[in-house]
């Protein structure tokens, strides 16, 4: 299993940027899907998840400004991120929890993170 997250870059206050992260192998089901952020010389946050049943929580700094959302087909995680500000500035992980894959005969659920996506905001 891999997830390959995509979407990060340069923007300046105020704007918008959309990561996606794809899980890829032989799925059967991911129960969590979110995004976490560490920025320098913090440890690492989780910004926004989403569970298999729609159960969605946001940290309340990025709550009414970022947007998670999922696609169970594509196995496919979103972060909408609008009017960002420059404390958003971090590198961003996509992480998959709960993820029951099979191997041969047999089936295994464990925890998986992305590569990470940096993201700057400008003020």
Known sequence: VQLQASGGGLVQAGGSL????????????INFMG???????KS???????????????ADSVNGR???S??????TVYLQMNNLKPEDTAIYYCNADGVTYYRGSYYYTDNYWGQGTQVTVSS
């Open 70 to 75: 999922r696609d169970n087909a594509k196995n």
């Open 18 to 29: 959309r990561l996606s992260c794809a899980a890829s192998g032989r799925i059967v089901s």
């Open 44 to 58: 690492r946050e989780l910004v926004a998840g989403i569970t298999s049943g729609d159960i969605i929580n946001y």
């Open 66 to 68: 970022f947007t998670i």
């Open 35 to 41: 995004w976490y952020r560490q920025a320098p010389g």
